[in-house]
């Protein structure tokens, strides 16, 4: 059987099979998006470095998140614009596996960027007096930075073990990036070890983080409840429900889509799942979480004020 195995060198990547017509809608669909991603983004990060009221631990975070979604949604989806309006959707194996990587790596920081997010909001409601300290800069930039690391050791891991197999196809991915669980089908040797680390990777980084956030919001609710003025309840759930918002998008699409046996779900309904988390996801978190927050607007209008002076 080894004789006859050799190292697969490209694979091609199906995509979404439909007509040319349905092809080019979705290429300028998936376009539009794509660039609101990287504008809403880019927006937020801009005004968080520019406007000194912003920077505080919760718009640092976010400054984060926002570089989190623009390079996810920049390592899957331009690859996919390009399969739709082309002929050839071939993509060398090194490639592929280094979009792997990328994938897992910015998709494990932005759940433990959440985690640390709802920490944050959970001390400044809930112990408000002890916040400066609790949340110093040392300390946020310990779990920032502990985030990404160990985010990236864990998509190591992942890539680690994938690279161990052989892989002699077939040559085509039924997806349109390179998912993990789509290039493991092309490994022609058992892959029970690769499918033990994810469902484990998956409690640690997924089941793990949104227990946390769940419990920070339970304490969070008990505390607004007790906030004795109505402006300060309404403030404090405005923020916390667009947090919640974003939480629910993200670990649900992507706890059903490595968590649920494949039985319940044909691969072409896991391609919209992983639009969920690829490209939606990162788009719609600048608009629910940041740009309806009046500091955002407010700092928005201060810059246009400062460069209409100039």
Not at 71 to 93: D, E, G, W
């Amino acid at each position: 059987m080894r004789g006859n195995q050799t190292w697969i060198t490209e694979v091609t990547l199906l995509g979404f099979q439909v007509d040319s017509a349905l092809e080019f809608l979705l290429f300028g669909l998936f376009s539009l998006f794509y660039t609101l991603t990287l504008l809403g983004n880019g927006v937020i990060l801009g005004l968080i470095c520019l406007d000194s009221r912003l920077h505080s631990p919760m718009y640092f975070f976010l400054s984060h998140l926002a570089i989190i979604d623009m390079s996810y949604a920049s390592n899957n989806v331009p690859k996919m614009l390009a399969n739709l309006v082309s002929q050839k959707r071939t993509i060398s194996f090194v490639p592929c596996i280094m979009q792997t990587f990328l994938y897992l790596a910015f998709a494990h920081t932005e759940c433990l960027i959440l985690m640390v997010m709802s920490y944050d909001r959970y001390v400044a409601i809930c112990h408000p007096l002890h916040y400066v300290i609790t949340m110093s800069w040392r300390v946020c930039t310990v779990l920032a930075s502990a985030s990404w690391v160990l985010s990236f050791l864990l998509a190591l891991v992942h890539v680690g073990l994938i690279l161990r197999l052989p892989f002699c196809g077939p040559h085509e991915i039924n997806h349109f990036f390179c998912e993990i669980l789509s290039v493991l089908k092309l490994a022609c040797a058992d892959t029970k070890l690769n499918q033990v680390v994810i469902f484990s990777a998956c409690v640690f980084i997924l089941l793990g983080p949104l227990g946390l956030v769940l419990a920070s919001y339970m304490c969070i609710l008990v505390a607004i409840l007790r906030i004795q003025s109505a402006e300060g309840r309404r403030k404090a759930f405005s923020t916390c429900s667009s947090h919640l918002c974003v939480v629910g998008l993200f670990f649900g699409s992507a706890i059903v889509m490595y968590m649920v046996p494949k039985s319940r779900h044909p691969e072409e309904q896991q391609k919209i799942l992983s639009l969920f988390y690829s490209l939606f996801n990162p788009m719609l978190n600048p608009l629910i979480y940041s740009l309806r927050s009046k500091e955002v607007k407010g700092a928005f209008r201060r810059v246009l004020w400062k460069d209409r002076l100039m």
